[in-house]
């Protein structure tokens, strides 16, 4: 299948399962447009887990998942760049400057965004980020908005910079740190298993999956207050303060996805669906007045599967074509 979407994504992502979850690190070459990724060796690891700090160059288009320090250097003038970072879902990404020279005046910038932007696209969308979207910027060159260090509310966060002079640049170091309640979240995985939690606090969560995959939901408590179970009497989840949706689509932002299922009742078991769009999110969204949770796995689709539609597939939906 293909789409602009699924094309840059998959830039970005695909080779961080490229052994099946034998490592969830890939870093840029220095050389080799061809192959721009490279997956550390074991040997490396090893070093990094010993304290060692990890510093390499940046490419004007980069994605990394490891700790360390990162350098740009303008080589010629660079007009569209960008480095996107991930964690594991439980880990929030802090950027701190150590060294910028930059001409603000002369029309460079470097800014940080608390999450993704892709063709426009955000995640975490408007509706499920605990900050306005003009809170999310953090502007470099705006000298009232200045920070020396900054840290995302989520597993992913970008920079993305415009630098004319040769010879001029930054220097960032990247640090991970512990986020006990993972609420947004993109995978780096086609295949995991994850378990959402949303202790009593007014807010939605979305884990997404930049895949088409079966996802397959094993445990989930809506309307848990001091040991009891609210059972929800409707039929569907209208009108209902915590639910669960699963959504589909070719783009990044959650919110303008097609919904393809609602579970708006505590269940034990396995409940299945397959899903062929481009991006899989499963979305909580929690009143406050409760304690949430749900457990799923999930694991892409093969191409027999995706050629073999289903009746609680939606293929059709993502690719009219097939």
């Excluded at 932007?117 to 969308?125: Q, V, Y």
Aim: hydrophobic share 35%.
């Amino acid at each position: 299948m293909s789409s602009a979407f699924r094309f840059q994504c998959h830039f970005f992502l695909i080779f961080l399962a490229a052994l099946k979850g034998e490592t969830r690190y890939l870093e840029v070459k220095d050389t080799g447009e061809d192959d721009p990724f490279l997956l550390l060796s074991a040997d490396l690891k090893r070093e990094l887990s010993e304290g060692q700090i990890y510093r390499r160059s940046l490419r004007c288009i980069d994605m990394l998942s490891i700790e360390g320090q990162f350098t740009f250097t303008a080589e010629q003038p660079q007009l569209h760049c960008a480095t996107f970072f991930i964690g594991d879902p439980e880990e929030l990404i802090t950027i701190d400057y150590d060294f910028v020279n930059i001409d603000c005046q002369g029309g460079d910038f470097l800014k940080v965004f608390d999450g993704w932007i892709l063709k426009g696209e955000k995640f975490p969308s408007s509706l499920d980020h605990p900050l306005p979207t003009s809170q999310r910027y953090i502007d470099f060159c705006e000298s009232n908005n200045f920070q020396r260090s900054i840290r995302s509310s989520q597993n992913v966060a970008m920079i993305f910079f415009r630098i004319h002079e040769t010879g001029n640049g930054f220097t960032v170091t990247i640090k991970k740190t512990t986020n006990l309640f993972p609420c947004n979240v993109i995978s780096q995985t086609p295949a995991g298993r994850f378990t959402m939690v949303i202790p009593h606090q007014h807010r939605n969560c979305s884990f997404s999956i930049i895949y088409p995959v079966v996802i397959k939901i094993s445990d989930l408590i809506l309307g848990h207050l001091n040991g009891l179970y609210l059972k929800k009497p409707s039929a569907s989840c209208a009108g209902v303060g915590d639910f669960v949706e699963l959504l589909g689509g070719t783009g990044l932002d959650p919110s303008k996805m097609f919904p393809l299922a609602d579970l708006c009742h505590s269940f034990h078991g396995p409940a299945q669906m397959k899903i062929g769009c481009d991006n899989t999110v499963l979305r909580m969204v929690s009143s406050g007045k409760h304690i949430n949770r749900v457990t799923f796995e999930y694991y892409q689709l093969d191409q027999n599967e995706l050629e073999n539609r289903k009746e609680n597939s939606i293929e059709e939906f993502c690719f009219p074509g097939i």
